[in-house]
């Protein structure tokens, strides 16, 4: 049987040199429980380098708010229990706590498979992690975004997504300065919005006033884009012919893109990606037509 927070917190206590968490909680559902956990000072667990723990979002982020874990922590992983909605204020205060108690800049996030997963470093030379550093679940597109956008991502270079995003999400990760890998997995209407704007959405006094979005941008991954659809509200203009004009606009402003991969995609042969090889220093095409494909995108 899954232990109370009460429970848990009693044996931390007395194993200040765990290196390592893997339970269940029962979750808080009572004013008693809460309020005799919440008694109990934050535990200094400076050796716990590993914590995976399960329970609803409120107990999980109350375990976080009072455990301080090592900031040379390799991994924490949080199986949410799935949840019609979850409160944005807790998402985003586990978002800034787990931040906070991890070394080093964000350099990596995947938004895929109802999962945010982070990478974070405090050395930049060393080589990505195979495992995430912060491995949260289970999420939707609704819920994702107050806990993504709560997390320091200034220093990100790599993202990969297959949320549906909003125009709005899409243009907080374009005002990132480092995002030089995008892998993104439907979402082409909403992503080309702010991809072929001329200015960042948010002015940065540190930069020219003409920085367009997702400045560093040099290797793009798409997959299950619908190339030969109309892009709204031009009805007259396909995605592909927008893409096409995105790419000319780089090279053309001298920040051309390295590489494009094309997975999956709608509307696509050869022929196609021609007049794209124009622009960009090499195209990936897998040779596959996924004329059948159903995006989920609208």
Not at 80 to 109: H, M, N, T, V, W
Request: aromatic share 8%.
């Amino acid at each position: 049987m899954s232990p109370t927070m009460a429970q848990l917190l009693d044996v931390l206590s007395q194993t200040t040199l765990l290196e390592a968490l893997n339970t269940d909680i029962q979750a808080l559902c009572n004013s008693s429980d809460t309020a005799l956990a919440k008694n109990k000072a934050p535990l200094n667990l400076q050796h716990l380098t590993s914590i995976a723990t399960g329970s609803d979002l409120f107990t999980c982020a109350f375990l976080v708010d009072h455990i301080v874990f090592s900031s040379n922590a390799k991994n924490i992983i949080l199986r949410l229990e799935p949840l019609q909605e979850l409160p944005a204020f807790l998402l985003r205060s586990l978002a800034q706590r787990i931040d906070d108690g991890f070394a080093g800049p964000i350099l990596k996030l995947a938004l895929a498979n109802r999962k945010v997963q982070c990478w974070k470093l405090a050395d930049k030379d060393i080589t990505f992690p195979k495992l995430p550093t912060i491995n949260i679940g289970d999420f939707t597109e609704e819920t994702g975004g107050p806990f993504f956008q709560s997390l320091r991502l200034d220093q990100l270079q790599l993202l990969e997504v297959d949320f549906i995003l909003s125009v709005d999400e899409w243009s907080l990760f374009g005002d990132l300065p480092h995002l030089t890998s995008l892998q993104v997995f439907s979402n082409e209407s909403s992503l080309l919005r702010v991809l072929l704007r001329r200015k960042a959405n948010t002015p940065d006094p540190d930069t020219p006033p003409d920085r367009p979005a997702f400045v560093a941008l040099r290797r793009l991954r798409i997959s299950s884009w619908r190339l030969d659809a109309l892009f709204r509200p031009r009805k007259n203009t396909s995605i592909i012919q927008l893409l096409r004009r995105y790419l000319k606009r780089r090279k053309m402003d001298g920040r051309g893109l390295h590489f494009l991969q094309v997975r999956c995609c709608r509307g696509v042969d050869e022929n196609v990606l021609a007049p794209l090889r124009k622009f960009i220093k090499q195209i990936e095409w897998d040779g596959v037509d996924c004329n059948n494909y159903d995006t989920g995108e609208e």
